[in-house]
Every structure is written in structure tokens, then in C-alpha cells.
């Protein structure tokens, strides 16, 4: 019961928040507060042995890193060469814990020139994953490529840009194709991880 409820006041702390991109520093302080409530009730997380907790598809929900509002989200996205309007859309993670492969998936709206509708692109970047050696909770994740789908009619269109993402998110530079993380929640459908630099995250299967 303090498990649930405590899942559920992490969903109203992060609701309206639109994943992170309109919190404020009061929200940001908040969230974080929350989760620390959650990740002490449910104990430490043992991949060791708990490592099918990750297999699925998850959604973010939230990210502390969008406050910093360089992304599109509610508001116009960066723009290209011809101006066009890029808006960041829902974010994936994809992880086969059988074959050790953990995709962020980022969904992408391109607004068009009239009277063409909006396109959208999915970047798929693709990594292996393991745990970090001599850690139970501990996530290593190793780049090894992007791959991007379009819908609708974009050969009308000028060449696009992606928004500025957060770093996990890009496509890295090849002298940080890997990044650590801790998982310090999960179970059959939440989890809170935290990255190396402090970033909150909060996905739901």
C-alpha cells in the first residue's frame, strides 16, 4: 500500500509538467523529493538477479534535464535552415535484456509549408548494454548507431536538423560513445533511474 501510494503521488508530482520541459525549480525540487521517498521504500535494486525488471518497452514521463527548455515540447522547437518548427515529441526506451540491446527512441513533429501537414521522424539510437562490474544497480550503455524512420510526405522538404537534445538522447561524439546510469527503482511497470550527472528520470511500461 506505500509502495502504490507512493507511485501514485510521483505521477501527480510530475503531471502537467510536460515531461519535465515546463517545471519549474519548485517542480524540479518536488519530483525529486518524491522519488527519493519511492526509491527508499522499495529497497535497493539487484540486477544481478532482477535484471527482467528492464525487458519492455518504457515511456518517459519525466526528465529534470528538459527544465533547461532547449527542446521543442509545448513551445517552437529550434529552428532549421528554412525556419521550420521542430517539436519534440514522445520519448522510448527499448530494452531486450536477452540480447542486451537498450534503444532510445526520440518521436520528432516537423511542422511543413502550408498546405503541407506536419511530418514526423523517429530516431531510433541504438546501444548494447551490461552492468557496471562490481555494482548491482549500475547501467553501462555503449553507442553503436541511429537509425531514422519518416512517415508522410517529406520529399517536398529541406534538409532537418534534430533539436537540441540532452546528451543522452544525441547521438554521441566518438569520445563519449558510452554512459553509465544507476536504476534506483523499478518493478512490473515504474522506473526511476539517475544519471551520472544527477538527472532524474521517471519511465512507465
Given at each position: 500500500?506505500?509502495?502504490a501510494?507512493?507511485?501514485?503521488k510521483?505521477?501527480v508530482?510530475v ?6 520541459l515546463a ?5 524540479l ?11 527508499v521504500?522499495?529497497?535497493s ?13 518504457w515511456?518517459l514521463i ?6 533547461s527548455?532547449?527542446l ?8 532549421t535552415g528554412?525556419l521550420?518548427?521542430?517539436t ?10 536477452l540480447?542486451k540491446?537498450?534503444d ?7 511542422g511543413?509549408p ?5 511530418a ?9 548494454f551490461?552492468?557496471?562490474e562490481?555494482?548491482s544497480?549500475?547501467?553501462?550503455i ?6 531514422v524512420k519518416t512517415?508522410g ?15 543522452w538522447?544525441?547521438p554521441?561524439?566518438d569520445?563519449?560513445r558510452s ?11 515504474t522506473?526511476?533511474?539517475?544519471g ?10
Amino acid at each position: 500500500d506505500l509502495i502504490a501510494s507512493l507511485k501514485l503521488k510521483l505521477l501527480v508530482a510530475v503531471s502537467g509538467l510536460n515531461r519535465g520541459l515546463a517545471a519549474t525549480e519548485d517542480d524540479l525540487q518536488k519530483a525529486d523529493a518524491v522519488a527519493k521517498e519511492l526509491e527508499v521504500a522499495g529497497g535497493s535494486v539487484n540486477l544481478t538477479t532482477d535484471l527482467d525488471k528492464l525487458q519492455g518497452r518504457w515511456k518517459l514521463i519525466y526528465s529534470s534535464a528538459f527544465s533547461s527548455r532547449t527542446l521543442g515540447g509545448s513551445r517552437p522547437g529550434p529552428p532549421t535552415g528554412r525556419l521550420l518548427p521542430l517539436t519534440l515529441g514522445q520519448v522510448f526506451q527499448r530494452i531486450d535484456v536477452l540480447n542486451k540491446d537498450f534503444d532510445n527512441i526520440v518521436e520528432i513533429e516537423i511542422g511543413a509549408p502550408w498546405p503541407l501537414p506536419p511530418a514526423h521522424v523517429t530516431a531510433t539510437l541504438a546501444h548494447k548494454f551490461e552492468l557496471v562490474e562490481g555494482t548491482s544497480n549500475s547501467i553501462k550503455i555503449v553507442f553503436e548507431k541511429t537509425t531514422v524512420k519518416t512517415t508522410g510526405n517529406l520529399s517536398q522538404l529541406p534538409p532537418l536538423d534534430l533539436p537540441r537534445l540532452p546528451e543522452w538522447l544525441r547521438p554521441p561524439s566518438d569520445a563519449a560513445r558510452s554512459g553509465e546510469f544507476e536504476v534506483t527503482y523499478v518493478d512490473s511497470d515504474t522506473r526511476i533511474t539517475r544519471g551520472d550527472r544527477g538527472e532524474l528520470r521517471v519511465f512507465v511500461i
